[in-house]
């Protein structure tokens, strides 16, 4: 099959304010190629073809579409939407409690003269708008002023300014109350 090109010329003058690189148009050639012509041309074979060739250019001109997305039933849907959102709850808790814990950090005072690798457990009571109402030491390292500077720490934090971001089912579920264990090292 015989393709046809016709060509169009074009001129660049190019001019620049220190040195002129080109002084004078240069001449560029774009190729186009001719569709009407090629489609008129396919047509004319097709018509002269037997059948059993028409099929063949025929089915040259056809487009298959071949499905991006496999067939996915609707509990495959679901069950991956479900699986999407628990990762997105589980992504948001692991960031507010970062939060929480940066802020305790934060607040925290190392008593002077107490050794290095002390770990006690805590239990926050807090309500929705993210004031701490109650602190329990479920677990002492055996050392009270390391215990003591721990639940300070969470009082001097008093409330967390970002519980009204919260949604209030996460809020109950995971932040109610929160079990900490306090290891500033």
Known sequence: MQQSYYT???????K???DPV?????????LFKDEAKTQIIKK??????????EALYQSDNKIE?????PDINIDQLIQEEGMILQESEDLLVSEFSALIIQAIQSAWIKPKN??????????M??????????????KSSGNIRFDNSAIKAISRVETFSFFNKIPFSMYQNSFKNIVITFNPA
């Open 8 to 14: 169009l010329p074009i001129s660049f003058i190019l």
């Open 16 to 18: 620049s304010s220190k």
């Open 22 to 30: 080109l002084s004078k148009p240069v001449n560029v050639n774009l």
């Open 44 to 53: 004319e074979v097709i018509a002269k073809q037997t059948s059993s060739s």
């Open 65 to 69: 579409l071949t499905p991006v997305i």
């Open 114 to 123: 107490i050794q290095d690798g002390l770990i006690c457990d805590l239990r």
């Open 125 to 138: 009571t807090i309500n929705k708008n993210g004031r701490v109402i109650k602190i329990d030491l479920i």
